[in-house]
């Protein structure tokens, strides 16, 4: 985390400049989006994509690929928060990551403690599943990551949710109303994810029976 200056130009995608003030600055990595012209045929580990899938499902985030975003039903896309980087790959191939947090939550609008209320906790949808994805994970997948929810810990993220700074309009009832979120969120998805991807994954048909 960097503290900064109106003198720093720090350039973002947009051709404006980083405001002043607290920031997060990640390293650079050599490499491309999954907007660019980079295909998952030259993608060493595959087998994360499910968890990307759960990983962003968790966390509500929207950024990437939303389904039912717009009052018409269309969904929000975003591959540019998918990263093909050359770091740790083999030659020719790139490892993919999945980059930019900064919608997870509420899409982008500010915090509160309305996150974790029921209607958030218990949302069905399945967020990151782009259309590119899908050959690439299963109902069977999605169970056993979501039996790793019943041993999450709060612990994990005690540290993070600390350094939060209250510039941001960070208080320690938002902060409490994340950790409870997280916590309630992993429960519900333990038990519902089946339902919840079954229902994407095969034409919006329910099967309570798997």
């Not at 500010?110 to 209320?117: E, F, I, N, Q, V």
């Amino acid at each position: 985390m960097l503290n900064l200056e109106e003198s720093d130009e720090i350039p973002l995608g947009d051709k404006t400049t980083a405001a002043a003030g607290l920031a997060f600055i990640s390293r650079a990595e050599e490499g491309g989006t999954m907007g660019g012209s980079k295909t998952l045929e030259s993608v060493e580990n595959l087998e994360d994509i499910p968890r990307i899938v759960v990983f962003d499902t968790w966390v509500r985030n929207c950024d990437r690929f939303c389904p039912m975003y717009t009052a018409e039903g269309k969904p929000r896309i975003n591959p540019d928060n998918i990263f093909f980087s050359v770091e740790g790959g083999s030659t020719g191939k790139f490892i993919l990551k999945a980059i930019d947090h900064g919608h997870i939550f509420s899409c982008g609008k500010p915090l509160s403690t309305k996150l974790c209320h029921i209607e958030n906790v218990r949302e069905h949808k399945l967020y990151g599943l782009f259309p590119e994805f899908r050959k690439y994970v299963s109902i069977e997948q999605f169970d056993e990551i979501a039996k790793e929810f019943g041993k999450i810990d709060a612990r994990l993220w005690d540290d993070l949710l600390e350094k939060l700074p209250t510039a941001w309009g960070i208080t320690t009832e938002i902060r409490q109303s994340i950790n409870q979120f997280l916590l309630d969120r992993a429960y519900f998805l333990e038990k519902n994810l089946h339902i919840i991807a079954n229902a994407e994954l095969h034409d919006g048909m329910l099967n309570f029976n798997l």
